[in-house]
């Protein structure tokens, strides 16, 4: 079963350092800008990401302890 885009954007995100930006993981996921924030949203309003804006740039990372919101 191919994993949805969430799960992939979760799985990059554990790969990395340091908040990324909205372009990069969509790049990463090989998906479009807009559907990568339309999910990085939806991440963050389960609480597994969260976001600052940067100028114009908006940079994402996982929420410590994120794991205890998956069932």
Do not use: C
């Amino acid at each position: 079963m191919e994993k949805n885009i969430g799960e992939k954007i979760l799985e990059y995100m554990k790969t990395l350092e340091w908040p990324s930006t909205t372009e990069d993981i969509a790049k990463a996921v090989k998906i479009s800008w807009n559907t990568a924030q339309v999910w990085l949203l939806k991440l963050q309003s389960q609480g597994k990401v969260k976001f600052r804006r940067v100028g114009r740039q908006n940079q994402w990372w996982l929420k410590k302890d994120y794991e205890k919101e998956f069932n």
